[in-house]
């Protein structure tokens, strides 16, 4: 029956050994928790590339190593070639120390995820569910080595097509089979079948563009583009464009928050339909602002949304309690696709359009008397920040533009961003580092972090927001070969002890995270809650600003967001 199974199967054991150790590597501490289904899948591509390595090693070795030691080993050689009963006992052997070692492997990584649970305030996973990920990363790599099984096969098929039919000799046609195969691979998933994805994901997700939630209704009010009086038309701003002009704090609810007087909020956005190309997204923007009479209020903020026009409600409700409705925040869609894919398929149209737009704002801006004008602030979350960064070519440019910016959770390859982290001050850490003694930009995981160091931050002021487990601010290709400073030097306070970099394994492990980067609590991984008021309030603080007002705010915003996850 054994032999029946392994026949059937086929297994290569020097893969199947070299499988349980990248699935070890796998098992091992992240940044962020993982779920059993999700660690599963994780461990088992692991295993598959762990599996071809040892494939290549047991190749190797048979070919190049063990016809060479009868001669110059001796008896060694005899030793290194069992008979045919201590094979299967062998065979045997690795089989369950495999399964039972990678049993083992996962009960201690339910507890390094434990760990990992309680610093981020989670509720801790049991050992004897998290077992389950061991079935699960079976059958991935089950399903991905049939799959590959399949296309050698389709190469042996190819060769014996051009050895017998077109008299190719073998020692070219098995060569010629291979570069057939990987030559249509190529074409097919850089040419035709990535743009095939793009464009079937670009019409799936256009489709949802054009969906709206129930709860978001046309607003009626001159404030807010969509509206009858707006020249951006309710039914081109898109599902995240109508949710974000229709689902706002009004001034009823801001006088109720902060006991004040409030204006309502101005609320403009553009989507990908509302203008035919960028540049016309970007006038049709500033005649919103003209319309809405957006240079009358206190503070004006460009945001450069992420993917879909996305525009995180709690920063844009943060600005509105801060200043009592008396600002104007202006937003446009650039894609339809989702962050992940948008800077997969084309990250360079989120810097044009936070060029565009930033620069088409600033020109009008620049048009007021000085004392009329607004606070010109900028923000940017994730990939957004990276498009608002590509507006400016440093800080010089920065602080003669614009009056304040705030990023969050900055992708590693944000331009501005990388060099003020290699410029650091000597002795700061990466994950918070301090540039120039802090006095033009400055770098928070928490509120108080906006205090550091304790000397003057000039105007214009530019915060960074990042966590030390936010995979999105970790990542980088990098990490391949080279360890990242975070991680040889004290690790923030919701990073495990436990992590430890390991060429191409530590680049795997934060590529995994990235999937989980917002399925974490606040204050962790890529959930900046309320963190943005504090980063507001440390860049453009109103003369009013008191911590009884600030924690009334972080109810309401509380209230607000609870009140969205519920509703959209």
């Known amino acids: 029956m054994a032999q029946t199974v392994e026949h059937a199967i086929r297994p290569n054991y020097p893969g199947v050994l070299f499988a349980a150790i990248f699935f070890a590597w796998s098992a091992s501490p992240s940044l962020l928790p993982r779920t059993w289904l999700f660690q599963g899948l994780v461990s088992g591509i692991s295993a598959v590339i762990g599996y071809g390595v040892g494939c290549v090693v047991g190749w190797a070795v048979r070919k190049w190593v063990l016809p060479r030691l009868p001669r110059e080993l001796g008896t060694l050689g005899a030793v290194l070639r069992p008979s045919d009963r201590l094979r299967r006992i062998t065979k045997l052997v690795i089989v369950f120390g495999v399964v039972f070692g990678a049993a083992a492997i996962l009960a201690r990584s339910a507890r390094w995820q434990r760990d990992l ?28 080595i049939f799959a590959y099984r399949g296309v050698r096969w389709l190469v042996r098929w190819i060769s014996g097509m051009l050895n017998l039919d077109l008299r190719i000799p073998r020692a070219i046609a098995l060569p010629g089979a291979v570069l057939v195969v990987a030559v249509v691979a190529v074409l097919l998933f850089q040419g035709v079948l990535a743009k095939a994805f793009f ?24 404030e807010r583009s969509g509206s009858p009086q707006s020249l951006a038309k309710w039914d081109t701003l898109g599902s995240e464009g109508r949710w974000f002009v229709s689902y706002a704090p009004t001034a009823e609810r801001i006088t109720q928050v902060t006991g004040k007087p409030a204006r309502e909020p101005i609320r403009v956005y553009a989507g990908l339909e509302s203008a035919p190309d960028p540049e016309a997204i970007a006038k049709l923007v500033v005649a919103e602002l003209d319309r809405t009479r957006a240079w009358e209020r206190k503070v004006l903020v460009v945001v450069t949304t992420t993917g879909t026009g996305w525009v995180d409600s709690t920063t844009a409700g943060s600005l509105e309690y801060l200043y009592g409705g008396d600002t104007a925040i202006a937003a446009t869609q650039y894609s339809y696709l989702p962050s992940v894919l948008s800077f997969l398929s084309d990250k360079q149209k989120s810097i044009e359009s936070g060029k565009t737009v930033i620069h088409a704002v600033h020109e009008r801006w620049a048009q007021l008397p000085p004392e009329q004008r607004p606070k010109l602030l900028v923000y940017g979350e994730s990939l957004g920040s990276q498009g608002s960064e590509g507006a400016f070519t440093g800080l010089d440019d920065i602080r003669s533009l614009v009056d304040g910016v705030l990023w969050v ?24 580092p301090i540039y120039a003694d802090g006095l033009i930009v400055r770098f928070a995981g928490t509120a108080t972090d906006l205090d550091r160091p304790a000397r003057p931050w000039v105007e ?48 795997w492990q934060i590529s995994a995270d990235l999937a989980h980067a917002q399925k974490v609590p606040s204050g962790h991984g890529h959930r900046y809650g309320d963190l943005v008021l504090d980063g507001w309030a440390a860049i453009a603080q109103p003369p009013d600003w008191n911590p009884d007002l600030a924690q009334r705010i972080r109810v309401a915003l509380d209230e607000d967001i609870t009140w969205e996850y519920a509703h959209k």
């Open 117 to 144: 649970q309680v610093l981020m305030g989670m509720e801790p996973t049991a050992t004897s569910s998290y077992l389950r990920a061991e079935l699960v990363a079976a059958a991935t790599a089950a399903v991905v």
């Open 199 to 222: 464009s079937v994901a670009n019409s799936a997700f256009s489709v949802r563009n054009s969906n709206t939630s129930e709860f978001a209704v046309q607003p009626t009010s001159p």
């Open 409 to 432: 959770g900055p992708p590693n390859s944000n331009r501005i961003w990388t060099q003020i982290e290699e410029r650091r001050d000597p002795g700061t850490p990466e994950i918070l």
């Open 460 to 507: 214009p002021r530019v915060a960074y927001l990042q966590h030390a487990s936010d995979p999105i601010v970790w990542w980088s290709p990098d990490l391949l070969f080279n360890q990242p400073d975070w991680l040889r030097e004290p690790r923030g306070s919701d990073v495990s002890r436990s992590i430890r970099w390991w060429p191409i394994v530590t680049f």
